[in-house]
């Protein structure tokens, strides 16, 4: 089955810690996107990256840092500088063959502090 | 800076209803918009896919309009049931292929027997 995958479920952050979010896509996507849901929120972009070893902050990127070392994978480390982390993070992926395509949606990570 | 509002934040009805949601966008120069639905504690799944040069798209029950020009969509469900009950989620993207998506609230729906 393809898809994208998250890893874990959830996850508890204590203070000063640095925590890292999987995110794995077996679609071959070129571009992987990491956003942040706050409750009664829309989305907000952190990260993205069309390829390998490149990536481009989105509008929350502060206290964030992400890394895109294979095509398929595009994890988030949530930084001790990030100070309100508690969200549900989700993770997507598309291909950029052009304006119709969509982007799919892994199931996400509800992080919380300690 | 683009900006995605949608009305109302919150609607509850009976089964069977026919339910008009409402997404306006203040940045006309838009490629495409999309509605997706999400479960509570789930990811989006993607509903609709209306490209800037398209009117509207349809999908079962499920019918989205696009007016580019006055900055405002609409996702009609027709026959609404309570397995409809999610939030349902507007997003437009800007620039060629980046793909960048731009959210607005969502709206949630209750959709009671």
């Known amino acids: 089955d393809g898809g994208i995958t998250q890893s874990p479920k959830y996850l508890f952050r204590k203070e000063g810690q640095n925590v890292t979010l999987s995110c794995e896509q077996n679609l071959n996507h070129d571009a992987m996107y990491w956003y942040r849901q706050d409750p009664g929120q829309g989305l907000r972009l952190i990260y993205y990256s069309q390829i390998v070893n490149d990536f481009q902050k989105g509008d929350i990127a502060e206290g964030y840092s992400v890394s895109r070392e294979k095509k398929e994978s595009f994890p988030l480390t949530v930084t001790s500088a990030q100070k309100n982390p508690t969200a549900f993070y989700l993770c997507a992926s598309r291909r950029l063959a052009g304006v119709a395509e969509t982007q799919y949606f892994g199931p996400g990570t509800r992080l919380l502090v300690l | 800076k683009q900006e995605v509002t949608q009305i109302p934040a919150a609607l509850s009805v009976p089964e069977g209803e026919n339910l008009v949601l409402n997404c306006s966008f203040t940045d006309s120069a838009i490629y495409n918009l999309q509605w997706f639905r999400q479960d509570p504690g789930k990811g989006l799944t993607s509903l609709l896919l209306?490209?800037?040069?398209?009117r509207e798209q349809t999908s079962g029950r499920l019918n989205a309009s696009l007016d580019k020009s006055s900055g405002r969509s609409t996702l009609y469900i027709a026959a609404s049931q309570p397995g409809d009950s999610a939030t349902y989620l507007c997003a437009v993207t800007r620039g060629s292929t980046l793909g960048r998506l731009y959210f607005g609230r969502g709206t949630q729906l209750t959709v009671w027997p």
């Open positions: 209306i490209q800037s040069s398209q």
